[in-house]
T-cell receptor, first 115, second 116 residues
Framework: DGGITQSPKYLFRKEGQNVTLSCEQN?????MYWYRQDPGQGLRLIYY???????QKGDIAEGYSVSREKKESFPLTVTSAQKNPTAFYLC??????????????FGEGSRLTVL | QQQVKQSPQSLIVQKGGISIINCAYE??????FPWYQQFPGKGPALLIA?????SEKKEGRFTISFNKSAKQFSLHIMDSQPGDSATYFC???????????????FGEGTQLTVNP
């Protein structure tokens, strides 16, 4: 089945540690995204990538980093510089030209808790 | 102004009732308005969407009503069922050449509970 796989589903981190969230897609989509979901704040864009080896900051990129070395993979690193990292993180993908203005396909999310 | 304001934050409806979720926006350049549905522990999925050249779009029990002059749009769920219990996000997209997700602004979300 085509889709987006995020791992791990749950992650606990101590303050001061970096952590990397994995996102893999087999939809052959060019564009990939990372969103952060907090209660009452909707979905906020962290980073996005339109093609391999290229990515742009979203609305809340501070304290995060990404890479896009392969079309299928878009890992997100939550660094120790992120002041409030406890959140639900969602990875998504889309393909320009497919569906009305590019429907987003989401993974099931990774819940990060900083202890 | 890129914000999309969504209300209510939570909604409880009896089975068979009508659920109504409202969104308002300021940016008149928005040209596409999707709704995403998210079940607990899952990622959101596209439910229904509308463009501003129509005032209503219906898909099964789900209807979007769009009021361009008021800059408001709403989701109506007719004959609400317990299986509709989820979080619903409205969104608005601005035109542009950047990839779609980068042009989307999401509302805050509404947690809908349909009691049996």
């Amino acid at each position: 089945d085509g889709g987006i796989t995020q791992s791990p589903k749950y992650l606990f981190r101590k303050e001061g540690q970096n952590v990397t969230l994995s996102c893999e897609q087999n939809l052959n989509h060019d564009a990939m995204y990372w969103y952060r979901q907090d209660p009452g704040q909707g979905l906020r864009l962290i980073y996005y990538s339109q093609i391999v080896n290229d990515f742009q900051k979203g609305d809340i990129a501070e304290g995060y980093s990404v890479s896009r070395e392969k079309k299928e993979s878009f890992p997100l690193t939550v660094t120790s510089a992120q002041k409030n990292p406890t959140a639900f993180y969602l990875c998504a993908s889309s393909q320009p030209g497919q569906g009305p203005t590019g429907e987003l396909f989401f993974g099931e999310g990774s819940r990060l808790t900083v202890l | 102004q890129q914000q999309v304001k969504q209300s209510p934050q939570s909604l409880i409806v009896q089975k068979g009732g009508i659920s109504i979720i409202n969104c308002a926006y300021e940016n008149t350049a928005f040209d596409y308005f999707p709704w995403y549905q998210q079940f607990p522990g899952k990622g959101p999925a596209l439910l229904i969407a509308i463009r501003p050249d129509v005032s209503e779009k219906k898909e099964g029990r789900f209807t979007i009503s769009f009021n361009k002059s008021a800059k408001q749009f709403s989701l109506h769920i007719m004959d609400s069922q317990p299986g509709d219990s989820a979080t619903y996000f409205c969104a608005a997209s601005s035109p542009g050449r950047e990839t779609s997700g980068s042009r989307l602004t999401f509302g805050e979300g509404t947690q809908l509970t349909v009691n049996p």
